[in-house]
Every structure is written in C-alpha cells, then in structure tokens.
C-alpha cells in the first residue's frame, strides 16, 4: 500500500484506540528496541494506559517491554530520552497532556537539544503520547498543549483526527529518529463510545496490511473553492460539520487535516488558500500563542497577495477550563463558531 | 472514650483541648465520616443517572482521615486537596449544599460550576480549590505556611496526598524546603495501597511513606487511618507542634479506597479478598460500635437520619440551582483584566 | 509624574540592575506583603541573585523577607503561587529563564488558574524574574522562552528593554493581582559594563520621585511613516540601529517596544501598522510558534487591508542555542537580518 | 599501596581486576587528576586572556571523585555530567584536544562547538553530553540504565551531581525509579558543600546526602573524595555490584572545589580558614606524597612535564583549529530533516 495514500470506505473498521494498539504492536514486533514506559499502563488487572489502549498488550511482550512507573512524569520523560540515546525507540505515556508540565525540562532541555549539543552525533527517536482535550474534567485534565511543543525546535508535533491516520503516524513517528510528541483526543479514541463525540461515526477504514503515513504531510478531508479550513481533532470534525451546512448556502470549504504542526505541511495549505483566497483555522488548544497564530502569520508571509478577506482564527477561549458543561462549550470552538468565522471570512 | 460531658464541637475548626474525645464529640466525628459516606454513595447513583458531569474520583474508606485531621484545624487553617476531595471538603467545612451544586456543575457551587469534581474549595472556610495534578498541593502548600510565618499569624496548613504522590518530585521538593524553613505544615500522606491501578509495592521499594521523612531531618509517623480517634490523636499533636514552631511533620495515615480509582474501575487489580480484609476494618462501623457503648441506638439512628435529610436537601439544592451562565466562562482568569475580553 | 510618560534626556541615570533594585526596595517598603525568594538571592557574602540584582538587599530587609530556598525550581515556584494565594506578594527569582522549564506545573496549571478554579475568589499576585538571552552559554543558558507564556490564559507577561520602564513595569507588576512574568535580556542588565552589550549605553533616565509604568501599554521609540517595527530586549535595539541606518535610504522605521507581551497593547501597534502599512517583527525566541506569529495573526486578521507589503518576521532560527559565537549570532537576530527583513518589506 | 607489577592501565576503562591499586596505576591516577587540574588552570588563564568565550565552572579540589569513579568504568560504561563537566570527560576519555577546543568553540571541539563549556561530551568514550540543567541527568540517566538492561548488556551508568542537586525532583524521581527497577546505575553525588553560593546546610537538615537513600531503599555510602584510592575503591565495589544487577547505589563524595563557582565568582560566602582547611586534603598532593614513597621523583617530575607538554599541545590544538561555519549552526537540530532549513 503506497504511503499516504487516503483511505478507501469499506473495508475493516477500527477506532483509534484499536489502531494505536495495533502499530505498537506491529512496532514492537518489528523491532524489539520499541518499548512502553508509563503510569498504569500494564498492571495486571489494570486499565491498559488512561484509554485502553494497551489492553492485551503485556500478554504478548510482557512486563519487560511494557513497564510500569510510579507517578514520576520526570522519570518517565527521562528515562524515555536516556533510552533513546542508547538507541532504543521508547514510547512514554503521559496519561493526560496536562501532566506535561511536570516533564517539561526532560523534553524542551533534553530531548529537543541532546541531538544538537552532540553535534548530531546522538538522537533521540521517542514518541511520546499524550491524550488532549476538553471532556468535562475541569481546568486540570483537559487542555491541549500543542502550541507549546511546536514552539520546541528540535520537536516534531503530530495531531491524529482518525484511526488511518493515527495508526500510519504512529509507526512513522516509532521509526523517525527524531523525539515525537503524538497528540490525540480524549472524545476521538472510540473506545468509551460514540455518544462522548456527539454520535460521531469514531471508525475509519484500516487495511490489514502494513502502512506509513508520513510525518509532515497534511491531508485535504473535503475539497472546495470558497475558503480553506485548517482544524485538527475535534474541531476538524466541527469544522467538517460546519462545512456541510455551509454549501447548503453555496460555500464550498476546503477543509484540510495537517496531522503534523511541526514541521508544518506548508506546501499543502498554501496551495490551498492560493486557490480559494480565505482561510479560517480551528483548534481548541487556546487562542492567543495558539499554532494557528503561527500558520496564519506563515500565510501572511508567504501568500499574502491571495488573501481575499482577513485570516480568521477559531480557537478555545483565552481562559482556563470551566468543568460545567454550559461554560466549557463556550471555551471551545463550536460548530456555530466555526460556521460564523468562515462565514465572516466569506463575506456573510 | 472518656463520658466528659463538655459541648461538642459542632463544626470543624473546633480547637483540639485534649486528646480525649468524648461520647458527643465522638457522635460528631462520626456523623461527618457519615455524612462523607453517604454523600459519595448518593453522589454515585446520581452520577450513573446522569446528573454529574466529567468523572468522580470517590474517597469511601478513607473518612476517618479527612474528618480526624480537620477535626484539629481551626477554621483559619489551610488545608490543600487532591483530584480526590470531596471528604477533604465535607470535613473542613465547604457547605454541602455548595459542594452537591459544584458538583453538578450549577452556578450555586462553592466554585461557580467552573472548578467541579476536581476541585472543590472554599476560601472562606480553608480549602485552596483541590489541585488535581498528583503532587501540585505539595509545593503550593509550603507557600502558606510562609505566608503564615511572614504574616506571624499562627495558623497551619495541611498537605493532603496520597502514597503515589509521594514519588512525585514535588514531593520532595515541597517537604524539604518546609523543613528547611520550618514551616507550620502537616504533610498528611493518606497510603491507600494504590495509585490508581498501581499498588505502591511496584513503585517504592520502601513500604512506608513515613520512612521518607529522615531524608529531610522531619518527623514521620505511621497512623492507623483507619481509626478516627487515632488519627485526631496524632494529627493534634502534629498540628500543636507545627503551631509551635516545631516545623513539618510527615503523617502516613494507613488506609484503603472501598471504591475503585475513578467511577467506571473495575478493579481487576486487586483481590476481593483484600478488600474485604480492609472493609472488616470499616472506620464508620468501628467508631459507631464504639459509641454504642455509651450512647443509645436512637441518638445514632438519629444521627444516620439527620445526614440523610441533610443529602437529600443538598441533592434537590442543586437540582434546583441555576446553570451558570455561558458568558461566566470568560470571567475570573484575571483579577484586573486589560484586554478586550472574547466573545462568546 | 504621570504615569507612561517616557523618560526625558538627562537627569540620573541608572541601568536596569540598579533600576530593579530601586523597583524591589520601594515595593518592599511600601508594602510589607512583598518578598523576594530564590536561590543565592541574599546569601551573606553572595551574588545577590545570579546578576546582582539584589546587593544590598538583605541589609535593609534581612533574610526574613529574602529567602534563599535549596536548588528546587518546584519549590520556589510553588511556594510564592501558595503565598500570593494567602495575600502575598512574592517575587520569585529564577536565575536563567531556561529553568521555568522545571516550574511549568506551578506556573501553568496553579498559578494560571487558581484564580479560575476559586470563581474569582482567590488571585495570585506574585512576579516571577527571570533573565533571558543568548550569552556564549549555550543551549541550556541562553533561551528566550516568553512566547510560552503568552500562550498561558492567566498569566501577564512583561519583557523590559531599559531602567526606566523596567523599574515602573516592576513596581505595576508587583502590585497587579494576578501573576506576571517578567523577562529581562541579560546583556541589557548594565551590571556587566557595556562592552557586553558591544557598547550601547545602558542607562537610561530614572527619575528620584516614585512613578509606576502600566502593564499593558507599548511605547513608541522611534517615529517614522515607512514601516512598523515591533521589537523587545535586544532585537529592540538592533532593530533601532537598522532603523538609523535605513533613514540614510530614506526608510522611516516606527519603532515600537510592545514592553508587554501579555495582554498585548494592539491599539498603539494597530495605528502605527494602518499608518505605515507594513510591518517587520522582532524577537531574539526562535520563529515557529514565537510571539511574533501571534501578533502578525492579529494584524493579519484586524489590519489586513492596511497591509502594502508581507509581514516579515526575524527571529532566532528554529535551532537550540550553540556556544561558539560564530554560530550564536548566526542563529539570533542581528542588525543585518533585521535591516534586510526592513528593505524586503519595503519593497527593497 | 601493594609493589604488584602488572602493567598500569594506560587508559579509563581498564576493568578493577582487585581494589588495590599498583605503583604504575597510581602514578596513572596522579597523572589524570593533575592532567584535570592544570587543564582547570591553564583554561582559566586563557579565559582572562580573552581566549574562550562563555563562562566556566571549574573543577580544581574534585578531580579524586572524576578519576576514582571513571577509572573502574569500562569504556562502554557511559556517565552523565553537570554544568562542571570538565573533570569528568578528561577522567572519562573525552580527547584532551577536542576538549580544550570545544572549550574555545572551535569546529575540533567534540561537539563541533555547538556545545560548549558546559555541555562537553563523546558518544565513543561514553559520555552524554553534560547537562547544565541541576538534576537534569538525574533522571536521564535512569534510560541508560534501562536500555542497558532492556538489550541484556552488563554496562553500567555513572550520574555525577551536586549535593545541591539533591534537592531538586529530579534527585527523587530518578533514583527511586532507579531503585523500583534494579536499574545497574552508580549514582555519584559530589558534596563539595555549596551550590553556587549557598551552604548545604541552608537547604537541607540532612547534612548527609547519603541518608537520603534508605528513603528509596537503595544503600547508601559515604566516601572521602579527597582521597583518590578510596573513591576508586568505593566506586569499585558500587560498579560491580550494579554491574551484577543488585540495583542502584548512592555514594556521596565529601569534597571541596578549590575555585569559586564560576568565573568571577570572589567566593565571600566562605572563609578562607576552610578554604585553607580544605586545601590541606588537596587530592594531588596527597597522591603525590604517596607514590613519592615508592616512585622516583624524577618520574613523578616526568609525568608532571608531560602533562604540560599535552595541555601546550591541546592549546596550541585549540587556537589553530579553524572556527565553525555560521551556516553549521542550523543542522543538527532534527536528524530526519522535513522542512526547508531557514538561511542564515
Ligand atoms: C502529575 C499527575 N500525574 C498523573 C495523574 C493521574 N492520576 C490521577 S490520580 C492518580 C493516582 C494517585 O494516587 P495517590 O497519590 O496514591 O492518590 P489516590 O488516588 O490513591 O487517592 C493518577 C496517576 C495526575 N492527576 N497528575
Ligand atoms: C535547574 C537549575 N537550577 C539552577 C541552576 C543554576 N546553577 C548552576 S550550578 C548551581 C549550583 C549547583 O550546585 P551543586 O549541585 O552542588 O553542584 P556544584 O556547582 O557544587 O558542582 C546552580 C544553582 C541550574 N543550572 N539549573
Ligand atoms: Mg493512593
Ligand atoms: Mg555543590
């Protein structure tokens, strides 16, 4: 199967946590240097990682390759970047993204800088993952760092939105050599069910056979010529959604998944908004320093003189989150939102 | 239990005279551990019906702890909590009725709805918001004891955390630089056994949070938490010393969570049998046959209807409460806001 | 003297170490809530903080109210959000900026939002210090991290370019209620002698007289009609030599030292950009995901048919800092580059 | 000091055949410590004359610790090291000349000059570049270990640190991570009893970093760093029994650095009596004394002028290296490169 290549309807159909299961398994066969390091991640009796999505795992490689930590975010960063200068290919958990605040010296001081200090003579190939995103948990459990990382040069950052892409990436960024920080959202896993994402269909086609998905390569999700939408996770799906609505009213979005923020598939978008002359970005990681402040400043660089209308942003808040659903919907980025910022853009 | 027969402390903040509990008192003591009970059993049901939001991180087991150690703090004493606090409340005094609505998320709860679950608090009774991040309250706490020293007023503060926490950098970081300085802080370790799916075996090759203390020139001290009068009694003692002057103390209150991790734990990883061992140790049936010694069956079955009535008036409370509304999201992350606020 | 008003010509000049001090010990005698806490800050015999800035202190305040604490970043950071919750007004210290890396959890996730979780009831009025800049000391030394913060909802972010705003940025701060951090270059502090700076003067103007400086508001350094040039620390002042050199061509460069970051004063730097029509951004944090993108963001969205030119911006490149100086004044922002991104934009 | 006559180790990583330590292998040991210290020393005179850029923090008074500990490493055996790190790559093997040149950023340097005074290092000897974050190796070096076991080697990994990095998260989190998986890492804690300009005893009860080990359940052993033999000796026995899967160890060095923290530094935050009381139990000097007993002095004199005669050649190495190119500084951040590089 060519790489990249989009996947087809029909056929299996996994979610993501299944299709994560599924590359570190096919990883960790391929190459016993692929290992886990986190909190509960195999316990026997234990809830195979924050998700699931390792449930099953230790019966096949055992405790020696799926370890267990105590609640030590700084050892486990760590101790994934000790083992990836020795040339093991470690994959941390860090259960929830906020928690990467207690490991931030390990990976923008370490991990991100080993490589350089050396003089390229180390690396650092680790991926580490971590869940984002609001589901009703309140201030502490539901932000979505990314901003952050892609501002780590050294770093490469990847958001995966389905279970094709999420499987393709995942093996890619196990074999890059460079540390990975893999993003993906709490409502997209599918493994709680379909009434978390709203009744989303959380499945998407995975071949049984063996595939990559490059790292720093965007995909189109829906073709247009009126505006190009750029989203990751949920507010992709929102912004799918609000795409549908809007060509009731004759506009046609591109909508456009970059799966990785750092390094940015340029090429892709600013083909894009060439065409079309508008763009609107969503992400629910929070407004102000947000990536799309960055993409919207490459747009404004690079492709200003095709710009039609100004850049719109739709972004969470600039607040911390609120844990009563009424309030947290308001922070993130809504359909509704979303619509009225493409629409703003399109004239409407 | 001594038959004293001076006033009961109706509230928390009540301050430690003796060592000695008695019988109306210990009613008291067990009609918070009671009330705490019952409001995470009442709290789960509500919950599977879908009245409650996010997630619930319960404390059933482990009563004895929050309301032993806050039995000995004055209302003006601190106290810092954890992703699981809602018996750390109940027992420093956060009003049912407001911590019920918080949790329900209505603008009635003791945080406008906007902390939740994780992160119930109430300044005007002691109780910074709880902090979530395993370990956060660890060094947050040190700050208040140095507010206190600067401010020379006399007050403590106590560090709730679990044994898992006790890995955690902050740990180490909060407790010595507390020694160091001698700050009025109990650092209340609360070992359930387990951090989340993992039992401490796994993650410490030393039993004992306690034992950790000597790595910092501080006291350690291993406490039955399952027993109310044994942790007052040594939570009184550590708070009379911090009050002192005779800097931290590390408590390890040995205890056990009946219910699992989160709501939706199975707990497959543990044993039935296990846990039967520790709910022979109930710390509510152990205190209430203690006080069936001295005290009649009615006053107690009283007690039990008192708390009930009292859930179920905080439970109707927040139903009845109010949402917050929408536009209450953007307001409060700054004190003096300079920007243009968003908009909805 | 009102505040904002910019500092006259003559008078007593101090540098920005001693403006400092001067800043700490009014606000140490004015309110009694204020203290100072970090490592080697007021040692018998000491530093004084890792560049001087607080000689001197401890005589007058003693070490009551100047607490040197153990090598524990957590500790200190942790220590001041938990006393400013209590009414304090602590000033934490960090040393270099490059270890707020092993504080992010206190600053992120408690000092940000314990405002939020308590419904407005509690604040945090605490100012965190912390140098930044590139100094021959390679990447774990020298980083310029304010573009993390500002993606903070919560925090205030403050970066100070000379005396006689850095002492009345400090004393606002000091007094704001909520949490400010606030950067200050290394190479801008005076302590040093001016040779490290390649011989700017690094005094300014302070007067005797007690005066605040409010956070929030840009200054304009330099008037001119061609272009718009947002600058801080010392890209501000390269950008200011570029500005003089270009005048030669006839470019006039509006300079403008935005001083905080967070929340940015858009109206100045909107005006400036709708009178001149084009804007160049500065900063010595490296490109992808800096503050510049933001503000670009922002004018791209709110200015976009001011725009005569691109928005360029010149950064430090998306690399760690290496130590030889050849490299290091490759990778940040110089004159030359900054003078070039100036002509582009202009059409040059 | 035995008369064995088997042929000194001419390099680190000779195997600790036995603890004792012959003649030629002592003059070996003096020879590497006063190669480290007139390194310290004639870099400081360069520095002043302008020669190399940056900042140093010297390792004059320690250099028993780096050369006790890495003369029982293997070569494959790897160390992590501090914003000090000069000491310990001389004593581990970094080349003399690529030191000296990364010191001066020339483009010879082993880190091609992208690393610098503080972060000297070589994959090929079994150096992490140093870690001038406080504590940063402390938990790095925990996936050395883990790597090492995880491929089934027997290599062993040295952390040197600070007494005033014992007081960071990091100290706790690696070495009771460490310690929970038997990880084979010596843990080599150099208590020169300053961090910066603050006394140990400001920041810790404890005044034994040692003691902070039963905390984790790891042994703990105090060792006089002043005395080469005795370093190598103690270092010895952690790095065989590590090396034999009995799990983490934490030696604490008692030592002193002769010179200020970093350059500049004029050191009022001490006296001179314990400077001079320190100076008293200079390593070399005691070394020197020693093998004087059974060495001629003329070739003791000899190792003296060759040790000179290496740093005029690493010198000399250094000022004619050619520097970087400008266009250097932006490869080596990413191995796999996707996006376009920026131009300078
Ligand atoms: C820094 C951080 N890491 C991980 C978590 C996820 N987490 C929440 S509770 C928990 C277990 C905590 O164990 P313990 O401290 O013993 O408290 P208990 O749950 O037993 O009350 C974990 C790992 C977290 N909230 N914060
Ligand atoms: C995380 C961090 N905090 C602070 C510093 C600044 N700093 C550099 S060395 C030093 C003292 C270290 O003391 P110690 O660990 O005893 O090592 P020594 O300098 O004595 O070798 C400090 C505070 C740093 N580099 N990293
Ligand atoms: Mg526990
Ligand atoms: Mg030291």
């Known amino acids: 199967m060519t790489p990249g290549t989009p996947p087809a309807k029909g056929g299996r159909r996994l979610n993501i946590a299944e299709a994560l299961r599924e590359a570190i398994a096919e990883e960790m066969r391929h190459d016993e240097k692929v290992f886990l390091i986190g909190e509960d991640v195999g316990v026997p009796g234990g809830f195979g990682g924050a998700f ?30 000790g083992a990836a200068l020795m040339g093991m290919r470690p994959i941390p958990d860090l259960q929830y993204s906020d928690f990467l605040f207690e490991c931030m010296d390990e990976l923008v001081n370490q991990a991100a800088k080993m490589r350089y200090m050396s003089n390229g003579r180390l690396s650092v190939p680790m991926v580490l993952r971590c869940p984002v995103g609001t589901a009703n948990r309140g201030a502490q459990h539901g932000q979505c760092p990314e901003s952050y990382f892609v501002h780590v040069p050294g ?6 939105s389905d279970a094709y892409h999420a499987k393709g990436l995942l093996k890619s960024a196990v074999r890059d050599d460079d540390p990975v920080i893999f993003f993906e ?15 989303m269909d959380l499945t998407a086609y995975v071949p ?23 989203a990751t996770h949920m507010s992709l799906y929102r912004s799918l959604a609000a795409a549908e609505e809007l060509a009731r009213d004759g506009i046609e979005c591109e909508v456009i998944d970059p799966l990785t923020l750092l390094p940015l598939d340029e090429e892709t978008i600013f083909a894009s908004v060439r065409k079309t002359g508008r763009l609107v970005i969503a992400h629910e990681d929070t407004l102000t320093g947000g990536w799309g402040g960055e993409l919207a400043a490459r747009v404004a660089e690079e492709c200003l003189f095709s710009l039609e209308a100004p850049i719109r942003r739709v972004a969470s808040h600039d607040v911390p989150l609120p ?14 939102r979303i619509k009225a910022a493409i629409q703003s853009c399109c004239g409407g | 239990m001594s038959s004293d027969t001076r006033v009961p402390s109706a509230e928390p903040g009540s301050e430690p005279g003796t060592t000695e509990v008695d019988a109306y008192h210990g009613l008291e003591l067990y009609r918070r551990m009671l009330l ?12 599977l019906q879908g009245e409650i939001p996010g ?9 004895a702890v929050a309301v032993g150690v806050c039995d000995v703090l004055r209302r003006t004493d601190w106290i810092t909590s954890t992703h699981r606090p809602h018996g750390h409340a109940l027992a420093k005094g956060v009003d049912l009725r407001a911590a019920m609505a918080e949790l329900y998320g209505k603008a009635t709860g003791c945080c406008g709805g906007k902390g939740g679950s994780m992160h119930l608090g109430d300044p005007s009774v002691g109780m910074l918001p709880a902090i979530a991040i395993v370990g956060g309250g660890n060094t947050v706490v040190t700050g208040l004891g140095l507010a206190f020293r600067l401010m020379h007023t006399d007050q403590v503060a106590v560090c709730f955390f679990g044994e898992g926490a006790s890995n955690e950098g902050a740990f180490h970081e909060g407790l010595n630089f507390a020694a160091v300085q001698h700050l009025p802080i109990v650092f209340a370790c609360e070992n359930n056994l387990y951090g989340a799916s993992t039992p401490f075996h796994l993650t410490s090759l030393v039993p004992d949070v306690a034992a950790r203390a000597a790595a910092y020139g501080v006291r350690g001290e291993i406490v039955d938490g399952m027993d109310v ?35 939706g734990d199975v707990r497959g990883y543990r044993s039935r049998e296990e846990e039967a061992l520790w709910k022979g140790r109930d710390p509510i049936v152990r205190i209430r046959e203690r006080l069936a010694l001295t005290l009649a069956e009615d006053v107690l079955d009283a007690t039990d209807a008192g708390v009930e009535a009292a859930l179920d008036d905080a439970i109707e409370f927040a139903r009845q409460s109010p949402l917050p509304r929408a536009e209450d999201a953007l307001t409060d992350a700054y004190a003096t806001v300079i920007s243009r606020e968003p908009t909805p």
Chains 1, 3 share one sequence.
């Open chain 1, 52 to 81: 699931g999505v390792y449930l099953g795992l230790t019966e096949e490689f055992g405790h020696e390759r799926i370890i267990d930590t105590p609640i030590s975010e700084k050892a486990i960063a760590g101790a994934a970047v």
């Open chain 1, 155 to 160: 770093l490469k950052v990847v958001c995966v």
């Open chain 1, 323 to 336: 844990v009563a659903p009424v309030m947290e919907q308001t922070v993130v980025p809504s359909v509704a």
């Open chain 2, 229 to 263: 009068l044994a942790v007052r009694e040594a939570a009184g003692r550590a708070v009379a010393d911090a009050r002192a002057g005779a800097g931290p103390i590390l408590l390890e209150l040995k205890t056990y969570r009946f219910a699992g991790h989160s709501r």
């Open chain 1, 208 to 230: 049984e056979e063996e595939y990559l998905f490059p790292i720093g390569r965007a995909v189109v999700k829906r073709e247009g010529t009126s505006v190009t939408v750029v």
């Open chain 2, 55 to 63: 997630t619930l991180h319960q404390y059933q087991g482990q009563e």
């Open chain 1, 185 to 199: 959202h709490k409502l997209l896993y599918g493994s709680k069910g379909r009434e978390q994402a709203g009744g």
């Open chain 2, 36 to 47: 705490i009970r019952r409001f995470e059993e009442r709290v789960y049901l509500v919950y």
